[in-house]
């Protein structure tokens, strides 16, 4: 089992999006995995890692789209699977395992060219 880094799990334990571009399963798209913290309430209520709750995305968007430069909705989006309600840090680790061989390429969203 893969283990995310503090450095990572600090990032998202203050609410930092993590994004990593993985192979797409379509020619000409692109392929992102998208991990963050979230709640209901809108706010982060804690820094306890068993029990903050997170989301992850995994989706394909075309490379047509990317670059067109228009805004990206969830009709462009192919492929798209929204694991939500996902509570601690070892589940997360699970979930992310299914789409990334290794966790440590998972980086803060501002590295990558993620369109959404």
């Known amino acids: ?8 799990i600090n990032n998202l ?6 994004v990593c571009e ?6 000409n798209c692109r392929a992102f995995v998208v991990a963050t ?15 903050m709750r997170f989301w992850v995305r995994r989706y394909d968007v075309s490379e047509e789209i990317i670059n067109s430069g228009r805004y990206i909705t969830d009709d462009d989006l ?3 699977v ?3 309600k996902i ?6 680790e699970s979930i992310l395992e299914e789409f990334l061989d ?4 998972l980086d803060v969203s501002w590295k990558f060219d993620n369109p959404i």
């Open 22 to 27: 993985i192979p797409a399963t379509m020619e």
């Open 87 to 92: 509570v601690g840090i070892k589940k997360l």
């Open 102 to 105: 290794d966790l440590t390429k």
């Open 13 to 18: 334990l203050v609410g930092t999006q993590m």
């Open 82 to 84: 929204h694991y939500k």
């Open 37 to 51: 913290a979230s709640n209901p309430t809108k706010y982060i209520n804690t820094a306890d890692g068993t029990k």
């Open 1 to 8: 089992m893969g283990k995310l880094t503090l450095q990572q």
């Open 78 to 80: 192919v492929n798209s």
